[in-house]
């Protein structure tokens, strides 16, 4: 790892964005006559040369199952794997690799928390907490568990800006609250959460609280540090980080993790298995029944590397930048309004426009070659908060530059005055 | 003016292929959606939402004398100019002839593959509902003249 780990000295440099582009194969192409410009990277990041190469590699090369081979490949194949894991571990600053799962993303991450570890330890009529802007995956899942246990959610309220009321949070901690669960970033609203904070909130009012944090919408924009945060669980989704789809992550606390009940049987998660009963794996392979997505987690180590040899701090200073540029673009046009104005944002512009429905907005963009994001964005309760059906949702990485920021907000002055 | 159903598909591509761009197409598409009379307020309920439409889409048929008569909108006036497209050609005819003519109009628009795909706007979704609804009342129809 060390030779990925960013020299101290180029951190202070800013990004070559025209150089780290060229690392993005799918940047480069034209539709609808204009050069693509990609600002849906809040649903999914565009791949750097590094990850397509790793996939590459593996299959032409390494192809093998893991964990139960004696040939050269799958020993090729298992270290491969669990380098992956290694570079998960580390970027997340945690203590041990048994503390990272590989999942198919934080959906399922998220899911396997509230299935495993909420029908062992909740019980009818304890209180899970999570956010009034949490996404569909953070809200669906405890759903259902409080469904099938009789558990109950309570909601933390959001201000309008799209912040969230911490003062409001407080109360709702109470002698029957087990579980707290809070998205990192807003995906629909960009506000970062004080999630540390939170954390120690919780920790204050009742050190039995568990806490899990999604960091779909964190890990590629900023640094997170898992023990300094001193989370219980942390999930993220390797295609949000400029890695395939279809591979995430769950971090655990081990001794959580030891006591839960394993969430899928089959191969790869057992010691033994006989018809008088079976007897689980060490950690994390409890967690990873059936053959996994080894390329997948292949190439998200791939992407974590290359994301750390830019330095995510570098990175984090040059979205900043574009964040400001777009926000004062935008805020520019007569008739828009921004959703979601938290003081501390990441790259997310979510907008409406008076008078004009954001799926005409997304259409006429499409048409100019500007690529963004039209709907509810799995998260209706917040749509709900600001009386809006959608919004436009613009979103960043550091692969923008601010001359598309320019292209969007001109590609909406055109689009408002079609309606004129 | 009464078109015919193929009348209505060749003037539709007549009109459009005047435009030279994609901007006239398009604001022809936004002014027609704007000037589209919608639908009534009792019909904008979940039994007629076009599911498979980002937008809001609501189509309500009603079969008359043996034709086919349909009121459709959207929150979204692309897709309302497209609705009335749809409406132009499809609406006022016999079951028949709308479970016999395809959508091909569509594509002889000059609007993107992205649009006329329809996987976005739910066109695909609404001309399926609308060939349903032609197809049920077809089948009414039959079994009004075998009793």
């Not at chain 1, 304890?126 to 956010?131: A, N, R, W």
């Not at chain 2, 706007?121 to 197809?135: D, F, H, P, S, T």
Request: net charge negative; glycine share 8%.
């Amino acid at each position: 790892m060390t030779s990925t780990e960013p020299h101290h000295a180029t951190i202070l440099e800013p990004l070559d964005v025209q150089r780290v582009r060229e690392d993005f194969p799918a940047l480069h192409q034209q539709v609808n006559g204009h050069p693509l410009v990609y600002l849906d990277n809040a649903a999914t990041a565009q791949k750097p040369r590094a990850v397509l190469d790793a996939l590459q590699h593996y299959y032409e090369n390494d192809n093998a199952n893991v964990h139960r081979g004696v040939h050269m490949l799958s020993q090729r194949a298992t270290d491969a794997y669990e380098a992956a894991r290694e570079a998960v571990r580390a970027f997340l600053n945690v203590e041990s690799e048994k503390e990272i799962v590989f999942v198919r993303g934080a959906t399922e991450g998220i899911n396997l928390v509230a299935q495993s570890f909420g029908r062992a330890f909740l019980r009818a009529g304890d209180e899970i907490v999570i956010s009034h802007m949490e996404h569909h995956s953070n809200i669906v899942p405890w759903q259902l568990l409080c469904e099938a246990i009789g558990a109950k959610l309570r909601v933390i309220p959001i201000n309008d800006r799209g912040e969230l009321v911490l003062d409001d949070f407080d109360a709702l901690l109470n002698e029957r609250t087990r579980f707290v669960s809070i998205l990192h970033t807003s995906n629909a609203l960009g506000t970062v959460n004080p999630v540390e904070d939170i954390v120690r909130r919780v920790r204050a009012h009742n050190p039995e609280i568990r806490v899990l944090i999604d960091g779909c919408q964190a890990v590629q924009h900023t640094s997170v540090d898992v023990r300094a945060l001193d989370c219980d669980f942390f999930v993220f989704s390797g295609h949000k980080l400029f890695g395939p789809t279809g591979i995430g992550v769950l971090y655990g606390r081990r001794e959580l993790l030891e006591a839960m009940p394993p969430y899928q049987g089959g191969g790869d998660m057992i010691d033994r298995v006989s018809f008088d009963g079976s007897t689980w794996a060490d950690l994390p392979n409890k967690f990873e029944a059936g053959t996994p997505h080894i390329a997948g987690a292949i190439g998200l180590g791939a992407a974590i590397d290359y994301v750390r040899a830019l330095g995510i701090e570098r990175i984090e200073a040059r979205e900043r930048e574009l964040l400001a540029h777009g926000t004062a673009a935008l805020e520019s046009i007569p008739g828009l309004r921004l959703i979601g104005t938290a003081a501390h944002k990441t790259g997310v512009l979510s907008f409406i426009v008076d008078g004009i429905h954001p799926h005409d907005i997304g259409t006429l963009l499409d048409m100019r070659g500007i690529a963004v994001r039209v709907g509810h964005h799995c998260a209706q309760p917040v749509m709900q908060h600001f009386g809006v059906p959608a919004t436009v949702r613009a979103s960043l990485a550091f692969t923008n530059t601010s001359e598309e920021l320019d292209r969007l907000a001109e590609g909406i002055r055109k689009a408002i005055s079609m309606f004129q | 003016m009464t078109e015919t159903i193929q009348q209505a598909q060749e003037n539709i591509v007549a009109e459009f292929a005047e435009f030279t761009d994609w901007e006239d197409r398009y604001a022809r598409i936004i002014a027609l959606g704007k000037k589209h009379p919608g639908i009534a307020e009792e019909f904008q309920t979940e039994t007629f939402r076009v599911k498979g439409c980002q937008s809001t889409v609501h189509l309500h048929p009603k079969f008359e004398n043996g034709i086919v008569y349909y009121e459709a909108g959207s929150d979204a006036m692309i897709v309302q100019g497209l609705i009335a497209l749809l409406l132009r050609v499809y609406s006022g005819r016999t079951p028949e002839e709308i479970i016999r003519t395809p959508p091909d109009f569509i594509h002889q628009l000059g609007l993107t593959e992205n649009l006329t795909m329809g996987r976005q706007n739910g066109l695909r979704a609404m001309v399926e509902q609308i060939k349903l609804y032609a197809v049920a009342f077809h089948a009414m129809g039959q079994s009004n003249q075998t009793n």
